[in-house]
Nanobody, 126 residues
Framework: QVQVVESGGGLVQAGGSRRLSCAAS????????MGWFRQAPGKEREFVAA????????YYADSVKGRFTISRDNAKNTGYLQMNSLKPEDTAVYYC???????????????????WGQGTQVTVSS
């Protein structure tokens, strides 16, 4: 079984920054893609960013492009989401996901991820 745990959420002012971490443990997948999603109250969970095993392939939602940066450290089995220039509309519970994948590609569809963290709340005040 693979466990995924997010951390780093909290309250931040608009224009500020926050870095989320995602630690994978347990029966760690040999090679896996990682992704970040978020869910605001009353809304569906939406894609934020995704990264391949080697970090050579990365994809962002248009809403965060240029402000957020996804990265990973495979030696630590940890992924990161650096969030800059935060806006009140970025307020949500942020989820990390992981799953094995053939080849070096990313996964943007939430239905394709089997392993999810419990989520971490990010609140951006205006």
């Amino acid at each position: 079984q693979v466990q995924v745990v997010e951390s780093g959420g909290g309250l931040v002012q608009a224009g500020g920054s926050r870095r989320l971490s995602c630690a994978a443990s347990g029966r760690t997948l040999s090679t896996y893609a990682m992704g970040w999603f978020r869910q605001a109250p009353g809304k569906e969970r939406e894609f934020v960013a995704a990264i391949s095993w080697t970090s050579l392939s990365i994809y962002y939602a248009d809403s965060v492009k240029g402000r957020f940066t996804i990265s990973r450290d495979n030696a630590k089995n940890t992924g990161y989401l650096q969030m800059n220039s935060l806006k009140p509309e970025d307020t949500a519970v942020y989820y990390c996901a992981a799953d094995s994948i053939r080849g070096d590609d990313y996964i943007t569809q939430k239905e394709q991820y089997h392993y999810w963290g419990q989520g971490t709340q990010v609140t951006v005040s205006s």
